[in-house]
């Protein structure tokens, strides 16, 4: 079997680098992932409220994030806010909100969709019981809603953590980019590396991602 | 309702920002043809306002912004122990020995060098940056450091010599926002491109012959070839001479005036050949130096 080149991450610093852009691509995706969480229940309650200028407001929020591809909304808050209104955000902080942004519009959509998939006869037995709406949404609707999102919700998180490899755009040195600069500096020596330098990093990824699914199925079982 | 309310301000914040950066890259064309001394105002706040550091300034604050590339060997890359390096590097190095100042790189790609100038997020690209018009309509190039022209490489096996002999399916690797992509989007538009935004993804992508040839400054394939069995330059030299220089924000006159007065006399110790000894040789060998090299500006 030919070298796969991993002999090029124990290479001076290599491999704590790489861990310390894992680490970067961990913190960016952690915090975005949370603040979407909450900020994406709150808005996800609201796009089925009966409001038209609300509704339509979060139609458009939702539908700029649709289209627009996370690459654009990154050069926007990062180079078009200094341009426009001469902000100088850092790019950790665009890198958040934006991801924040992303996370906190889809988040919210798929809240109200297992808000929607509740049958209205919960809400009605609630009532009947002198629950006002409050009570209803906070006993009755979202302890339901929230065992619903759990799988959906993992598939968004997770998304987010490998979608961060984008941050590098706007100069971030993320675990890819780390991995990037490894196999491009010693190409010389080990032009095999790219293979297996790309294998570390996957592997990195799953050792983020799979807790997390772990965790949902364990979740899922427990609360079901 | 407070959260809903700050939903509310970042939304409209963004689709703001969204509406009015529109506007501004279509005024920003529009301007550098109208020289009405309204026009002229709004360009200057803008820039003021996008903020570039004079030389004081940067004097003043004690470090300077450098944008190079991290993951071009040997022009700039990160070697083992995470340290910048590299034929660009070596040249940043001596720019900030010179101001008297510290150095903070930013690792940039080839796509974003112009953004971060007009944004004043950089003070100096030094990222194998090549003079064109087109850029130099948008940034200010300081005096030229270096020697390029586009290259072509490809396998052995099937050596490209000319890129009419390309088949109908035939594609050819770019790197996206480099020459090499303009050039052939200008010159060659029937022939189908691959574009990557990374180099380390490129350079990958070719050697796993996902395409039939890989398009760039010839300094970057005539290395790729040395370093690589296999593989051979077909066209060493394609399209205009061109040169390399440092690029600064445009209208930094006090940054430009101090790059250019330093090459030159960077120019009378020589130093871009010991530049070019300390970093390229290994990967060229002696006989690209005077080729490449570029001393004191001429």
Same mark, same amino acid.
């Given at each position: 079997m030919a070298s796969l080149g991993i002999d090029v991450l124990f290479k001076g610093t290599n491999f704590l680098r790489l861990l310390q852009g894992l680490w970067v691509s961990i913190e960016i995706s952690l915090i975005s992932v949370v603040l979407s969480i909450f900020l994406g229940l709150v808005v996800g309650v609201l796009m089925t409220v009966n409001n038209k200028i609300l509704h339509a407001f979060l139609k458009v929020y939702l539908e700029t994030v649709r289209i627009m591809p996370q690459m654009v909304l990154l050069f926007i808050v990062y180079f078009g806010t200094t341009r426009v209104f001469g902000w100088d955000m850092s790019a950790e902080s665009s890198a958040i909100f934006v991801f924040t942004f992303w996370g906190t519009a889809e988040m919210g959509d798929l809240v109200r969709g297992s808000i929607k998939s509740i049958p209205i006869i919960q809400f009605e037995s609630a009532w009947a019981l002198g629950m006002d709406k409050l009570q209803t949404y906070f006993y009755i609707i979202l302890p339901q809603t929230v065992r619903r999102l759990i799988p959906l919700s993992i598939n968004l998180i997770t998304r987010m953590i490998k979608t961060t490899s984008l941050v590098m755009m706007i100069g971030i040195v993320e675990v890819l980019k780390v991995a990037q600069q490894i196999i491009e500096a010693n190409r010389k020596t080990s032009p095999n590396a790219a293979f297996g330098v790309f294998l570390v990093v996957f592997l990195l990824y799953f050792i983020v991602c799979w807790p997390i699914s772990r965790l949902a199925a364990y979740l899922e079982k427990r609360w079901a | 309702m407070k959260k809903n309310f700050i939903n509310k301000v970042t939304g409209l914040t963004l689709v703001g920002a969204l509406a009015v950066s529109g506007f501004t890259a279509c005024g920003a064309s529009a301007s550098s043809s109208d020289v009405a001394g309204t026009d002229e105002a709004t360009v200057e706040s803008a820039s003021s306002a996008a903020g570039y550091r004079t030389l004081d300034e940067i004097k003043e604050s004690g470090t300077i912004n450098i944008g190079v590339f &991290? *993951?071009? &060997?040997?022009?700039g890359f990160v070697d083992e122990n995470g340290e910048y390096a590299g034929y660009d590097v070596y040249f940043a190095e001596r720019i900030g020995e010179d101001l008297g100042v510290k150095i903070n790189y930013v690792s940039t790609e080839a796509a974003n060098r112009i953004e971060y100038l007009q944004t004043g997020? +950089? *003070?100096?690209?030094?990222?194998?940056f090549t003079v064109t018009e087109e850029r130099a309509q948008e940034v200010d190039f300081a005096l030229p450091y270096m020697n390029v022209a586009l290259g072509v490489v490809s396998p052995d096996s099937a +050596? +490209?010599? &000319?890129? =009419? *002999?390309?088949? /109908? =399916?035939d594609q050819i690797i770019v790197i996206s926002g480099t020459t090499a992509e303009t050039y052939l989007t200008k010159n060659y538009p029937d022939i189908k491109l691959q574009k990557y935004d990374a180099y380390a993804e490129a350079k990958t992508a070719f050697e796993n012959g996902t395409g039939v040839a890989w398009a760039n400054d010839n300094t970057e394939v005539i290395a790729f070839s040395l370093e690589n069995?296999?593989?051979? +330059?077909?066209?060493p030299s394609l399209g205009d001479q061109d040169t390399i220089a440092p690029a600064v924000t445009k209208g930094n006159d006090t940054l430009l005036k101090w790059l250019n007065e330093e090459i030159e006399t960077l120019g009378t110790e020589n130093f871009f050949h010991a530049d070019y000894e300390a970093t390229l040789l290994d990967t060229y060998? /002696? *006989?690209?130096e005077d080729t490449l090299v570029l001393e004191g500006g001429k």
């Open positions: - | &991290s *993951d071009k &060997s040997p022009f997020k +950089v *003070d100096i690209i030094l990222a194998n +050596v +490209v010599e &000319s890129l =009419d *002999d390309l088949g /109908a =399916d069995e296999g593989y051979t +330059v077909g066209i060998g /002696a *006989d690209y």
